[in-house]
């Protein structure tokens, strides 16, 4: 079986000879496409440090084998921001302190992202801290991260409002 | 993780060849398979890759009345049809309280069907166990075992299935579809897992190359959907795997209880269908004694296999606290912690929680 694929990553085709069907999309990413910015923190599906979107929707890219995924569309933390100009997630992070070590942020992040395109918490607290279960952060910035994510989709419903106004 | 070979048919028939062979797997999105191989409890010389056959990814909607749903269709995709949740609510309930949003979001309804009855010695390769490796033993028989089974759990293994999803899927007789060597069978979803007994290594009918294809809901079983509920206990309120949980879906006429339907996960190697207590409500009034009286029959049989005696009155007390959620009646909206008995209670989440 040939095990060349190419992934759209950050809006730039790869081409890639993964020579191994071991290979995981985290390692690939971290590995040979030098993109660190996603964290492996279990390898094992518990923590969400190693969340992306694969064609648009949150996953664990450590429990995803690359070759599986040819043709894919990825989008990783180092995608989010445009320049020099965040993400509203990534602002919305550093106003609420979401984050102390540093090291789940990525992960957080992304799954912020993916909980907000799926359009199921809505500005509900618990709401959005059960869809960010899948994250863990062993410094406990649950409370800060909770605020971020409150803070992006009160924005975005006050956007709509204005927009159909 | 050992190595392996590689396959990716584009027909079913070419990739019921190919797992066929000794030592083959299937391989959907793996969620639970490369976290296995990676612990070297799964060794697979090959992996046949079925996320690219066409036509097992589709929601259909049967003449009967009832659904189709491909084995490639997304565990939160099925969740969040609109449809389907409206048809069977507890069982979209159920789905949206297992794992985590990234894990629902790449696992597959087939997949999920076939996820291992395991627990934490099966796990650790140091430890002895007669499902990773047949006949060296059961090292949570005299372990670590508050968490194990109740009920259908033998000398050889006390592992309990996790899987949310199939516990109102066997209440409310889900019926798997299968191709295989021999063509095209039908099995009842409860009729698919083996009990342990001697050979816990043996968890499903299936036989090598077996494939799901499909899983059946009949549109007798949307009859339920207006009083049906799926609770869930658990050692975290996220993200953690049922404790004890039941399933319970009822047909109500003038408070009489027409029809019942009562499943519990956590307790058993298997989704255990509670029959007996189905037809002590038969007939029944919507009363607590009624319930009470259906929970016992449901434990009649248990036996705890360790350090859990309690899961068996805890499973009585989750039996009547879900039969009362569904006699009050299917909530509009799935409540924000999905089958959590903490979800706050309010006008779009009816049912009381505290009883």
């Known amino acids: 079986m040939n095990l060349s694929i190419s992934l759209t990553v950050n809006g730039v085709r790869r081409d890639v000879e993964l020579g191994d069907p071991r290979v995981t999309l985290l390692d690939l ?10 964290k492996k923190g279990c390898d094992r599906g518990q923590c969400g440090a190693c969340t992306v979107l694969l064609d648009g929707r949150r996953i664990n890219s450590c429990l995803a084998l690359a070759v599986s995924h040819d043709g894919a569309d990825i989008l990783t933390i180092e995608g989010v921001a445009r320049g020099d100009q965040l993400h509203p997630v990534q602002a919305a992070f550093i106003a609420h302190d979401g984050f ?13 992202i993916g909980l907000i395109h799926e359009g199921q918490a ?6 959005i801290r059960e869809g960010m279960s899948g994250n863990l952060c062993r410094c406990g910035a649950y409370a800060g991260i909770t605020d971020a994510v409150l803070e992006v989709q009160q924005g975005l419903a006050e956007a709509d409002q204005r927009r159909s106004a | 993780m050992n190595s392996f070979d590689y396959v990716r048919p584009t027909t079913i028939s070419d990739a019921i060849a190919a797992a066929a062979a000794p030592g083959a797997a299937y391989l959907a999105s793996g969620t639970n398979l490369l976290d296995l191989m ?18 097992l990814d589709r929601i259909e909607h049967l003449a009967d ?12 995709d099925l969740a969040h049809d609109p449809d389907f949740a409206k048809s069977y609510p507890a069982v979209a309930e159920a789905l949206l309280s297992g794992a985590s949003a990234q894990l629902r979001n790449a696992a597959t309804v087939g997949g999920n069907l076939l996820q291992r009855t395991r627990c934490g010695y099966f796990y650790d390769t140091a430890s002895a166990c007669n499902k990773r490796q047949p006949g060296t033993g059961c090292d949570a028989r005299h372990g670590d075992n508050r968490l194990h089974a109740v009920l259908g759990w033998s000398e050889a293994c ?50 090598p190359g077996d494939l799901i294809v499909a899983l059946r809901l009949s549109g007798e079983a949307r009859g339920f959907a207006a009083h049906a509920r799926y609770l869930k206990v ?19 006429e003038q408070g009489t209880i027409r029809d019942a339907r009562l499943a519990l996960g956590g307790v058993a190697p298997k989704p255990w269908r509670a029959r007996s207590a189905e037809k002590i409500l038969i007939g029944s009034k919507l009363d607590p004694a009624s319930f009470r009286h259906a929970a016992k029959a449901a434990l ?12 068996i009155e805890l499973a009585q007390r989750i039996i009547v606290r879900a039969l009362t959620l569904a006699a009050a009646g299917t909530p509009q909206r799935i409540a924000a912690l999905p089958a959590s008995p903490f979800s706050s209670v309010s006008r779009t989440d009816s049912g009381a929680i505290y009883d």
């Open chain 1, 29 to 38: 990413l971290r590995e040979r496409l030098d993109l660190p910015g996603t």
């Open chain 2, 300 to 311: 009649a049989d248990a036996k705890p296999s360790g350090d859990n005696l309690f899961k």
């Open chain 1, 100 to 112: 102390q070590c540093g090291f789940c942020t990525p992960g957080q992040i992304m799954s912020a």
């Open chain 2, 234 to 252: 658990r050692e975290r309120t996220s993200y953690a795997f049922a404790v004890v949980s039941a399933a319970a879906g009822l047909r109500i």
């Open chain 2, 65 to 76: 009345g009832g659904i189709r749903i491909g084995a490639l269709v997304g565990n939160a």
């Open chain 1, 122 to 127: 809505g500005d509900d607290p618990e709401r």
């Open chain 2, 158 to 207: 006390i592992a309990t299935h996790p899987s949310d999803f199939c516990v109102p899927l066997v209440a409310l007789d889900a019926v798997v579809e299968i191709e295989g060597r021999n063509g095209r069978r039908e099995v009842a979803l409860e009729a698919l897992y083996c009990l342990p007994g001697d050979t816990p290594e043996r968890e499903s009918e299936l036989e």
């Open chain 2, 38 to 55: 990676k612990g070297g409890i799964s060794r697979p010389n090959r992996l046949v890759d079925v996320t690219r056959l066409p036509g």
